[in-house]
């Protein structure tokens, strides 16, 4: 049971209101991640007008679904594994590439090392080395793709903490996380 309540959208008529419909319009519907978010007219316009910049950057949204699903495994956020595994394969993924990325891995060599920036970012929180850049570095990552690369874990560590810690009911074919405990 989710732990806050869910914002219902057709009463909403303040500053929320827009970008609600705009996030309907993308997904056919408001997934609960968002009408969590909505308690907050401030983390609303945040996570969506970043999902929407992080969208068009260098990576681009396969990638950045990718990343988003690596994140969520290790968060072990089933809501966004659950949604980002979906919204991966609508940006032109295959099923496969996403499990691959679920565990951190991709066949593409530059992929691979997004991949690994990601992973490392989330498991040693942050706290990388000169070393870890360089290789992003030595493995091609131009310097817009390994400051886009934060800031796709930072998002994605943002809406993992939102559905974890609010218990949101996943409203996605739900997929199933790898990562222990």
């Given amino acids: 049971m989710n732990r806050i309540d869910l914002v ?3 009463g ?4 929320r209101a827009e970008s609600l419909a705009q996030i309907k319009g993308a997904f056919g519907f408001v997934p609960n991640m968002f009408r969590a978010a909505a308690n907050s007219p401030a983390a609303l316009q945040s996570l969506w007008g970043s999902f ?5 950057g260098a990576l681009g949204a396969k990638v950045g679904e990718q990343i988003a699903v690596a ?5 072990r956020c089933d809501y966004c ?3 980002h ?7 032109g993924a295959t099923a496969d590439e996403m499990a691959d990325a679920q565990k951190g891995y991709s066949t593409d060599a530059h992929t691979a090392a997004v991949l690994h920036l990601a992973v ?3 498991e040693r929180r942050g706290q990388l080395d000169g070393d870890a850049i360089a290789a992003a570095r030595s493995a ?4 817009e793709e390994i400051v886009e690369t934060i800031a796709h874990v930072a998002l994605n560590v943002f809406t993992n903490y939102v559905n974890v810690a609010l218990d949101v009911p996943v409203d996605f074919a739900r997929t199933r996380l790898t990562q222990k405990g």
């Fill in 71 to 75: 994140v969520a495994d290790r968060n």
């Fill in 120 to 122: 490392e970012l989330v």
């Fill in 12 to 15: 909403v008529t303040d500053d």
């Fill in 140 to 143: 091609g990552l131009t310097s």
């Fill in 85 to 91: 595994t979906l919204l991966g394969k609508k940006a």
């Fill in 8 to 10: 219902d959208v057709d």
């Fill in 81 to 83: 594994l659950s949604a």
């Fill in 52 to 56: 929407g910049a992080l969208g068009h």
